[in-house]
């Protein structure tokens, strides 16, 4: 044994011998560090989401439940800062799952929702002012209403 503080140690896990600074830090440990490397520590995880989706997915939910602001914030955050990687996630969705997509839409135009108002006046839903959220849903309604009217008074016409 000797004095000298030592600067690394073997991962139980891997077996390799790394530099204390692979490793992550574990209070309750006699070398206030974790026994496995950090590599063999993000592989573990990994591979337990990969066997857990189920309660991968449930903390996930009880985080989001716990924290809306900060789950917002960041997601936010994301899509602010990659537009392409949202708007291929986006595509990919849209080309997997073609019926969800036209449902949601269904749902959305006939709801009038803000991401389906927004996107008649082309703006992203996130920055579109309420006000003219809300003017321009009740324009919307009012020219389905008309439309409508139209249609009942002079069905040929209106079938065209
Ligand atoms: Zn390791």
């Known amino acids: 044994m000797t ?10 896990k891997c077996g390799v011998v790394k530099p204390l600074g692979d490793f992550s830090k ?14 063999c520590n993000s592989t573990m995880a990994a591979k337990w989401r990969a066997e857990n989706p189920e309660k991968v997915k449930a903390k996930a939910a ?15 955050k994301y899509r602010a800062e990659n537009p392409e990687k949202m708007k291929a996630i986006a595509a990919k969705y849209r080309a997997e799952n073609p019926e969800k997509v036209k449902a949601i839409n269904t749902r959305n ?52």
Request: proline content about 7%; hydrophobic content about 30%.
């Open 3 to 12: 004095d000298e503080a030592p600067t690394s140690k073997a991962c139980t």
């Open 109 to 160: 135009s006939v709801q009038l929702s803000n991401s389906y108002v927004a996107g008649i006046l082309k703006i992203p839903a996130s920055q579109a002012p309420p006000k003219i959220l809300e003017l321009k849903r009740e324009a919307i309604a009012m020219k389905r209403i008309s439309k409508k009217i139209k249609q009942l008074t002079n069905p040929k016409k209106a079938s065209s």
């Open 26 to 39: 574990e209070k309750i440990k006699k070398d206030g560090l974790q026994k496995y490397c950090k590599a």
């Open 62 to 76: 009880k985080y989001h439940a716990e924290n809306p602001e900060k789950v917002k914030a960041k997601n936010d």
